[in-house]
C-alpha cells in the first residue's frame, strides 16, 4: 500500500523529541467500520435509548487512522493524541487527507476502475461528511462527490 508523505510545520511532540514527517495511507474497509463503531453514541431522550453517529466525531477518528506514523510513531493515533498538535499542523494533516483522497479518486476515474469505484465513492463520502451531512453524501452520484471534493480543496492545490 502506497503511503504518502509531508513534513509538520511545528512537529509532534513525545518526550524530548519532535517528529516532522507524516505518512498517510489509503484507508480500508475495516478502518470505516473502526471508525463507524467509535463515533457511535447512545443517549436517552424522551425515556428512549437511541444511538447516533456524530459526523464531526466519525471525521476525525477516519483521520486518526488514516495517519500511518508520524516520525517514528507508529499510528492508529487518537485524538487525544491529535489535541497536542499545533492547529496549523491538524490544519495540514486534514488537508493532506483531503489531496490522498482525491487523488485515489482521480486516478480510477481516469482508469476507468469500476470495480474500485464504489470503495472510492464510500470513501469521499466520509472524507466530505466533515463538511457535508453523510445523509446527502450518501445520495450523490460519483460525478458529484468529485466535484464537491474538488471545491473544497484548497485553492493551491487546484
Avoid at 77 to 88: A, G, Q
Amino acid at each position: 500500500m502506497a503511503i504518502m508523505t509531508f513534513d509538520l510545520i511545528h512537529g509532534f511532540k513525545v518526550g524530548e523529541s519532535i517528529h516532522t514527517e507524516v505518512g498517510l495511507r489509503k484507508l480500508a474497509t475495516g478502518d470505516y467500520i473502526d471508525a463507524q463503531l467509535a463515533a457511535e453514541k447512545a443517549v436517552v431522550q424522551n425515556g428512549k435509548a437511541l444511538a447516533y453517529t456524530s459526523d464531526v466525531l466519525l471525521g476525525l477518528e477516519l483521520l486518526c487512522r488514516q495517519v500511518e506514523y508520524i516520525g517514528s510513531v507508529q499510528g492508529p493515533f487518537t485524538i487525544k493524541d491529535f489535541r497536542k498538535l499545533e492547529p496549523e499542523d491538524f490544519q495540514l494533516i486534514q488537508e493532506e487527507s483531503e489531496n490522498l483522497d482525491n487523488q485515489l479518486a482521480e486516478a480510477l476515474a481516469q482508469r476507468g476502475d469500476l470495480a474500485g469505484m464504489g470503495d472510492v465513492c464510500e470513501q469521499l463520502t466520509w472524507a466530505l461528511s466533515a463538511r457535508i451531512p453523510i445523509e446527502t453524501t450518501r445520495k450523490m452520484t460519483f460525478d458529484k462527490l468529485l466535484k464537491c471534493a474538488d471545491f473544497f480543496r484548497p485553492k493551491n492545490q487546484k
